[in-house]
């Protein structure tokens, strides 16, 4: 399975910001896009945000208008700029390919440790 490493996360005031990392490798996500997915205290899995192949740019309601996805393809690197961030948005954040790639074979990956966000008052 292909390696997905998670990074960023930390501690910040309501209206703070932070930029999460995913760290691939062998042109991943190009040939896989990127989802992004958080999950709280006895919460599912929730999908926030995805990078189709072809770039096209997708969000949730709870953080459209406040996160934006990037990529740096040279780096193998997928980024979460999350702004304006909430104590709702408290979670342990996780990275994989997006849903048209998710099952194939080239694009599978085991989930991460993830990297934890935890936002006050």
């Known amino acids: 399975h292909v390696q997905l490493v998670e990074s960023g996360g930390g501690s910040v005031q309501a209206g703070g910001s932070l930029k999460l990392s995913c760290v691939a490798g062998?042109?991943?996500?190009?040939?896989?896009?990127v989802s992004w997915y958080r999950q709280g205290p006895v919460k599912e899995r929730k999908l926030i945000a995805s990078?189709?192949?072809?770039?096209?740019?997708t969000y949730d309601e709870s953080v459209r208008d406040r996160f934006t996805i990037s990529q740096d393809t040279d780096k193998d690197t997928s980024y979460l700029q999350m702004n304006s961030l909430k104590p709702e948005d408290m979670a342990v954040y996780y990275c994989?390919?997006?849903?048209?790639?998710?099952?194939?074979?080239?694009?599978?990956?085991?989930w991460g440790q993830g990297t934890r966000v935890t936002v006050s008052e």
């Open positions: 062998g042109s991943f996500f190009n040939r896989c896009g």
């Open positions: 990078r189709g192949t072809d770039g096209t740019l």
């Open positions: 994989a390919a997006d849903l048209a790639h998710y099952s194939r074979p080239e694009c599978v990956a085991s």
